[in-house]
């Protein structure tokens, strides 16, 4: 079965953190790189970020050295810690698997999770 469960949104001022997870069915998760991607209210879902199944990251570059992704494979779970948060990251935040097309990361399934409200205040 398919699944994909996103949570740790919430509502806070600029400068704060939060800690989103996913977590994952096997099928998904199991030796698969996975990433985050979020989207804002009147655009497209965009990429954040993306972890290797041994580990290696890759961030795009708006959240680069402010956000960090993590995973637990014993636990299919996916994390993203977000600190130094910009209203600009004000967002719903979807996890996925990954893969590269066209020197692009997007999702691997077409399938996605409800996601997790993110919300910076100014």
């Known amino acids: 079965q398919v699944q994909l469960l996103e949570s740790g949104g919430g509502l806070v001022q600029a400068g704060g953190s939060l800690r989103l997870s996913c977590a994952a069915s096997?099928?998904?998760?199991?030796?698969?790189?996975m990433g985050w991607f979020r989207q804002a209210p009147g655009k497209e879902r965009e990429f954040v970020a993306a972890i290797s199944w041994s580990g290696s990251t890759y961030y795009a570059d708006s959240v680069k050295g402010r956000f960090t992704i993590s995973r637990d494979n014993a636990k299919n779970t996916v994390y993203l810690q977000m600190n130094s948060l910009k209203p600009e990251d004000t967002a719903v935040y979807y996890c996925?698997?990954?893969?590269?097309?066209?020197?692009?990361?997007?999702?691997?399934?077409?399938?996605w999770g409800p996601g997790t409200q993110s919300t910076v205040s100014s």
């Open positions: 996925n698997a990954v893969k590269t097309a066209n020197g692009m990361v997007v999702a691997a399934y077409d399938y």
């Open positions: 096997g099928r998904i998760f199991s030796n698969n790189n």
